[in-house]
């Protein structure tokens, strides 16, 4: 190199040679890092860095291959990036803190980023490609040293090391804001005092589009550098043009950014669509949509009580400290004190709890002044009733997905959602490890109050528990848990010099006052309203709500059954004036099932089908197949002015309040409603469960009805013509199951002749219904008007395979009702299904289309055990040596389907309808599409 000339354009950024942009730096690392990590701060070479990462990455174990090669990434940017200070030192004097900071500054980000691994590998893919477009400083630092002999530092050379210190400085800044995701900031995200920061780029960029520039500006930088050192005999003037289109490169980078409103538009719809694909990524397709019943504000000012507990209130008044946010030794000190168990028995009205603790939280949130972070409030109910989200993944899962949705417009959350996005090792769904990563993360920014309701759902409670604790050891949160007493507490969470765990027993104690008020007003309301007659003696209110016994569930089941339109104002005092016999939620529920026996036949079998679908179906139901499912084969046209248009309106009082349905998810608005429908206490009512071998049968009887009746017996799509298969036939096994790989519609396990009940289907996406054999996609799915065909076509045999494994455990209590079919319901539906070819081909097209290609050969054995129950003399005998005969036939043709036809069926289901079969059986129906008959 030799000395620059005086050009004010090259001297952009230029500083005095005794504070230049280097000090400048230093001093925004030390402002930058948290006070934890400024005492903790240490300085080290690059020497040490290098053998520090190479020794991690050897003695890692193989199961931490990821940090291995994390740590191999670094060590390939330290390597690399070391010799600039060589290279800096022709120019000016080194100073032993520049490199020694910065060295320190990447040891920090690596120790910080250790706790959360999915971001260290992110981070070491950042480290990467900046190795791969930086001069070989290597190189050039040998190539200098020769051609000079010794090295001499020149006063004049200032200019280049200004040039020198924009790679410098892009990557400190880089660095930054990289540490910045994994701490709560105290001075914002916007480090304005790194004057390389140019005043005219005042638009924020996503962490994505500045690492973007930063890859320009170093791949310029590099440009530059090998120009000025690519030849002994210098050209001065073509030195200085190089020079100069560095420096007009970096202007035109800096003055890029445009004002517009249109502008600012679109770079606010690209940053929500950054957070949306990491939400989608963080979503586990079979983790159904959380609903929320509304909580009526008098319900939840009734909970006042409960805010105004000392207990709470403490938990509640910790402040979220930002001197001790990002202090870990601190957080793990007293973890155990920032979660409280809340735990009462079933049916005090903890949900209701829960929601006004949320309602109380986000209040005071809200009236924080002068916080430019205020504390958020993620809320997350355990409910198998509505949701099939029940593990502990489920949880983690959507409280990473509403903190990301709440705090989408933060610059260090959108920082981090880029960082994931990092195309390198990027899977098309979370992890659960992956998922807790970004959670955590997360927590640590922003201060957060997490409530989670009915833990005791919650299929792996104490897994949750574990990882909570792992948590709040990282971050400063706090955590409310609200359950049964009988969920198990880690050990870890013992802690008994502060009393830990700690929980609040809550019992009828406390909220029998509020259960009082409620009563009181609701019955008052009921009384003046005429629902009780003339007259009624109000004492009776005061005296109901004692019998209670601190079950709000109880109050709000007995409310509703007073509601029905079943009652007269006569029975209704009577109910009021013998409530003692309505004690308990046993005792209630019995006397509301019975009310049910007064409604006309057809809404009793709605009620009872819909208990059904609810209790024992194979997968949950959408609110469409549902509806189908409940009024298929009922005619509303004698009681249209009854009914709206849409079924699911009245479930709610048809039950008596029993089930529940918010935003269309249907549901029991309680467990202990589907507990006491299978419990024996049920038994001798229409509406029980207890039998479970006759609900699958009835349901079995459902599906094949709908098959038989109300699916058309004809193509379910347009005739496609044969076209030679482009893939291999498959294994023509008898338990072979075939998907194709264009839909993402089946979602359902494959079933085989062997797997039994074990293989249970289960929907990817409910609401979906997509044709896998569909070309086009302006074309209308073929069951876009038969939403309940799906379950009906995939899942009758697996309710018929349960029905006839529980046959043989027939329970003492039931006694079978006298007539044919009583011991077998499901064969007259099973016949007329099986002696329609024209409905069974439409089943077969269906199943094909669904990705799953019908086996009915573990059907035929528990079938046949049935022969030496039923003799053949009988009706029921009769018909099911004839279902049988007719299952066997059709059980050998899907064989031969599969073997002969699968590959080209899977690409076009349609062929089930154009089988010209040589032996002359014209088993399957051949379609004429000019006359849209069979032949």
């Not at 004010?8 to 990590?37: K, R, Y």
């Not at 040293?145 to 800044?173: F, P, Q, V």
């Not at 099973?830 to 799953?852: D, G, K, M």
Request: charged share 20%; with cysteine.
């Amino acid at each position: 190199m030799s000395p620059q000339t005086q050009n004010d354009d090259v001297g952009m950024g230029e500083a005095s040679p005794d504070h230049h942009l280097f000090d400048e730096a230093i001093e925004a690392i030390q402002q930058t890092l948290s006070q934890e990590h400024q005492r903790a701060f240490r300085s080290v070479n690059a020497s040490s860095l290098l053998d520090e990462l190479r020794s991690i990455a050897a003695r890692t174990n193989i199961g931490d291959h990821a940090v291995a090669t994390s740590s191999r990434k670094i060590a390939l940017f330290v390597q690399t990036f070391a010799p600039y200070f060589n290279v800096l030192s022709i120019c000016i004097q080194v100073k032993t803190e520049w490199s020694d900071c910065f060295w320190g500054l990447v040891a920090l980000l690596y120790q910080v980023a250790s706790e959360y691994p999915l971001f260290l590998q992110k981070i070491a893919d950042l480290f990467e490609a900046m190795a791969s477009v930086l001069p070989p400083y290597h190189q050039i630092y040998a190539v200098c040293k020769r051609r000079m002999g010794s090295i001499e530092t020149n006063a004049e050379d200032m200019r280049l090391a200004s040039l020198m210190s924009y790679a410098y400085l892009d990557i400190c800044k880089l660095l930054l804001d990289t540490y910045l995701i994994f701490v709560r900031d105290t001075r914002g995200t916007e480090l304005r005092h790194l004057t390389f920061v140019s005043p005219l780029a005042s638009q924020w960029r996503p962490m994505d589009s500045r690492f973007a520039r930063l890859e320009a500006r170093l791949t310029h930088h590099r440009r530059w550098l090998e120009k000025e050192t690519e030849s002994e005999v210098q050209d001065f003037s073509n030195i200085e043009h190089h020079r100069k289109r560095y420096v007009r490169f970096l202007r035109r980078q800096a003055d890029a950014n445009g004002n517009s409103a249109e502008l600012e538009e679109e770079r606010l719809a690209k940053r929500m669509r950054r957070i949306e694909i990491v939400r989608g990524w963080l979503s586990n397709s079979l983790v159904s949509k959380q609903t929320y019943r509304d909580i009526n504000s008098d319900d939840i000012g009734s909970c006042n009580w409960f805010l105004d507990m000392t207990k709470y209130r403490k938990w509640k008044s910790r402040a979220f400290e930002r001197s001790r946010a990002n202090d870990l030794q601190a957080l793990q000190s007293d973890w155990h004190d920032r979660i409280l168990f809340v735990q009462a028995d079933s049916g005090f009205g903890k949900t209701i709890l829960a929601r006004a603790v949320a309602d109380d939280l986000a209040t005071e949130a809200e009236q924080l002044e002068n916080s430019d972070d205020p504390p958020y409030t993620a809320f997350f109910q355990v409910n198998s009733n509505q949701s099939d989200s029940t593990a502990a993944d489920d949880i983690v899962r959507e409280l990473s997905r509403q903190l990301l949705h709440a705090h989408r417009h933060n610059q260090v959350t959108l920082d981090a959602a880029c960082l994931l996005l990092r195309k390198t090792s990027f899977s098309e769904t979370a992890t659960i490890d992956e998922a807790r990563d970004v959670l955590s993360v997360l927590l640590r920014q922003h201060p957060t109050f997490l409530i989670i309701d009915g833990l005791e759902e919650c299929r792996n409670s104490v897994e949750f528990l574990s990882v909570l604790a792992g948590l709040c050891r990282k971050a400063d949160s706090r955590a409310i848990i609200f359950s049964k007493p009988a969920i198990r507490i880690p050990l870890e969470y013992q802690k008994w010099a502060s009393d830990a765990p700690h929980i609040l027993l809550l019992d009828a104690r406390h909220n029998a006052s509020a259960i009082e008020n409620v009563m009181g007003r609701n019955l008052g309301q009921m009384a003046d309203q005429g629902y009780f007659g003339i007259s009624l003696d109000r004492t009776l209110i005061s005296h109901i709500a004692q019998l209670s016994n601190g079950s709000f569930l109880w109050a709000n089941v007995l409310l509703e059954y007073l509601h029905s339109p079943a009652l007269s104002p006569d029975e209704r005092q009577i109910i009021l004036q013998n409530a003692h016999s309505l004690q308990g939620l046993e005792a209630l529920y019995n006397s509301v099932i019975k009310i049910f026996g007064r409604r006309p036949s057809h809404e009793k079998r709605i009620v009872a089908d819909l208990f059904r679908w609810l209790s024992y179906p194979i997968h949950r139901l959408c609110t469409s197949a549902l509806r189908t499912a409940l009024t298929s084969s009922i005619d509303f046209a004698q009681n249209e002015d009854s009914y709206p248009t849409d079924i699911l309106q009245v479930l709610p009082q048809l039950t008596c309040g029993l089930v529940e349905v918010s935003d269309d998810n249907v549901h029991f608005a309680h467990p202990s409603v589907r507990e006491y429908l299978q419990s024996p206490s049920s038994i001798g009512s229409e509406f029980s469960l207890w039998d479970e071998n006759s609900v699958h049968a009835h349901l079995t009887t459902r599906c094949l009805s709908y098959l038989a009746h109300d699916v058309p017996r004809r193509p379910l799509g347009g005739l496609s013509p044969r076209i030679r298969p482009m893939v291999p036939v498959a294994s023509a096994s008898s338990s072979a199951s075939y998907r194709t790989s264009k839909s993402g519609d089946s979602g359902y396990k494959s079933l085989s002749s062997t797997e039994g009940d074990n293989a249970l289907p289960r929907p990817a996406i409910q609401h979906q219904h997509t044709n896998a054999s569909t070309a086009s996609i302006r074309s209308v799915p073929f069951d876009t008007n038969l939403p309940f065909l799906r379950y009906a076509s995939l899942c009758w045999p697996i309710h018929l395979s349960r029905a006839l494994s529980l046959a043989h455990d027939h329970h003492p209590y039931i006694i079978p009702s006298p007539g044919p079919f009583s011991a077998v319901p499901y064969l007259p539906t099973l016949s007329a299904f099986l002696s329609s070819r024209l409905a069974v081909t439409a089943w077969v097209e269906a199943s094909f289309r669904y990705n799953l290609p019908p086996t009915l050969t573990r059907l035929v054995g528990p079938l046949s055990d049935l022969k030496a129950e039923l003799p053949p003399a009988t009706i029921e005998g009769k018909e099911l040596r004839h279902v049988l005969g007719e299952l066997n036939v059709l059980s050998e043709r899907l064989m031969e389907l599969k073997r002969e036809h699968a590959t080209s069926l899977r690409g076009n289901p349609s062929l089930i309808w154009q089988m010209d079969e040589a032996d002359g059986g014209e088993y399957w129906p051949v379609w004429d599409g000019s006359t849209g008959m069979p032949r």
